[in-house]
């Protein structure tokens, strides 16, 4: 057997799904138009993949089901009832399985909604943004503040743990129009919610806008200023901030995120999606027609495999680990690498406790309030 398909522990499932309305300016995932006869002949294939690694999987129990994408609010509730019942059918599902999807506003009717809670999806993320029309346009999104409203009400009919996304630190952005849509936010009290700094990526719109110098980043200062505040306002709201970018009520955080941060096993599903079994990862042709192909021909659409050294698994781990503000369990870490975390970054640790950017005690090591700001740098200085 490939020793990609070796999963010796529960998996985390992505399934990506590549369809979006159109393109948002800062975007840089896998995603094309959508047309009915696409959605159809996606599901047909991405059924065969399920398949085809539920006879592939020695170990196939799976503990978290994420559909992201792209945008899987645009496929009809009976086709997401298709790709689950194959999941259920395929593979060794945990009880209670956490079941996230991705939703965009401008996709959403509350029948769909309705019908997504019915087949067992417990967790809708909506990507939201900004509460600020003239954000949202510059954003490219396909949406409006109307269509977030009347989205958001309708989903708090239905689900009680739901997420909104929100993105800060845009060109031109002023920390009040900032505050504003965190208080929108706020208002609506969601069980979760995820806050991302806008990251201008090489091939988006904003990108070349940015080269031709129509668009700017916003000063440090304001971005800190922004993040910093956030992280008050919220968790004065009683939200717990579990991530850099994340933040929860109670027990609500996202299992399936938490796969990744703890640098554990996921198999990744439709174009361009990615797996990992503990030591290797695979990725998967970034071409819808590809993708199509290789699984008529009864193939999975895997193009790389790539086998990680030890250093580059250290690495990963220390700063996907970082990123939670629990931060890294030093004794899980001996355990998982067979070496202790000060053998190998005692230099570096010590460094980066004198620059006031790290916490570290007899169990865990874990960014400060000025290393939560600075993360990027952190992270940098941790590669072997
Ligand atoms: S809806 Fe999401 S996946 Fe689709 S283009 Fe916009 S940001 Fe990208």
Same mark, same amino acid.
């Given at each position: ?10 998996? =985390?499932?992505?399934i990506?799904?590549?369809f979006?309305?159109?393109? @948002?300016?800062? @975007?840089d995932?896998y995603?094309?138009?959508?047309t009915?006869?696409k959605m159809? *002949?996606y599901v047909?294939?991405?059924?065969? *993949?399920?398949? /085809?690694?539920?006879?592939?999987? %020695?170990?196939?129990r ?5 559909l ?9 509730p009976?086709?997401? #009832?298709?790709i689950l019942i ?9 009880? +209670? ?8 506003? #401008?996709?959403?009717t ?11 999806i +417990? ?12 954000e949202?346009?510059?954003? =490219?999104?396909?949406?409006?503040v ?7 009400i309708?989903?708090e009919?239905h689900?009680d ?11 031109r952005?002023?920390? /009040? ?6 208080n929108q ?13 806008l990251?201008i990526?090489?091939?988006?719109? /904003? ?5 031709d110098?129509?668009t700017?980043?916003?000063?440090e ?5 922004m ?11 009683g ?7 994340? $933040? ?7 299992k ?7 640098? #554990?096993?996921?198999?990744?599903? =439709?174009?361009?999606?990615?797996g990992?079994?503990g030591?290797?990862?695979y990725k ?5 027609r590809?993708y ?5 021909k ?11 050294n030890?250093?580059?698994m250290?690495?990963?781990s220390?700063?996907m680990?970082?990123?939670?503000? *629990?931060?890294?369990?030093? #004794?899980? $870490? ?13 230099n570096?640790?010590? *460094?980066?406790?004198?620059?006031n950017? %790290? ?6 090591i874990?960014?400060?309030?000025? =290393? ?13």
């Amino acid at each position: 057997m490939n020793r990609y398909l070796n999963y010796k522990k529960a998996f =985390g499932l992505y399934i990506h799904i590549p369809f979006c309305q159109s393109k @948002c300016n800062y @975007c840089d995932f896998y995603s094309i138009k959508y047309t009915p006869q696409k959605m159809r *002949e996606y599901v047909d294939m991405l059924k065969k *993949e399920i398949e /085809l690694y539920a006879d592939k999987l %020695i170990n196939n129990r799976c503990r978290t089901i994420y559909l992201g994408g792209g945008t899987p609010s645009l496929l009809s509730p009976q086709l997401i #009832e298709e790709i689950l019942i194959t999941v259920f059918n395929s593979f060794n599902v945990v009880e +209670n399985v956490e079941i996230s999807m991705e939703a965009n506003p #401008e996709s959403l009717t509350e029948c769909k909604i309705k019908a997504y809670r019915e087949m067992g999806i +417990n967790r809708l993320s909506l990507g939201i943004q900004s509460f600020l029309d003239e954000e949202l346009k510059f954003l =490219g999104r396909s949406h409006d503040v109307i269509d977030s409203i009347n989205a958001i009400i309708k989903v708090e009919k239905h689900f009680d743990n739901y997420n909104i996304d929100l993105i800060f630190a845009l060109f031109r952005q002023t920390f /009040l129009n900032f505050v504003y849509s965190l208080n929108q936010v706020l208002d609506f009290n969601p069980s979760h919610i995820s806050l991302y700094k806008l990251q201008i990526e090489d091939g988006t719109k /904003l990108y070349k806008r940015f080269k031709d110098k129509k668009t700017n980043l916003i000063s440090e200062e304001l971005d800190y200023k922004m993040y910093n505040h956030a992280i008050k306002k919220l968790q004065e709201a009683g939200y717990n901030h579990y991530e850099i970018s994340n $933040f929860s009520r109670d027990e609500h955080r996202s299992k399936h995120n938490i796969i990744y941060w703890k640098y #554990e096993p996921y198999l990744g599903l =439709g174009p361009a999606a990615h797996g990992f079994n503990g030591k290797q990862r695979y990725k998967n042709y970034s071409n819808f027609r590809k993708y199509i192909y290789e699984l008529k021909k009864g193939r999975l659409p895997v193009q790389d495999i790539i086998k990680l050294n030890k250093k580059e698994m250290i690495f990963e781990s220390m700063f996907m680990g970082l990123r939670l503000t *629990e931060g890294i369990d030093v #004794e899980k $870490f001996k355990s998982k690498f067979d070496v202790s975390i000060f053998d190998i970054y005692d230099n570096v640790l010590q *460094e980066l406790k004198e620059d006031n950017l %790290i916490v570290v005690d007899k169990k865990r090591i874990y960014l400060t309030k000025k =290393g939560l700001n600075l993360a990027n740098l952190v992270f940098s200085k941790l590669i072997l």
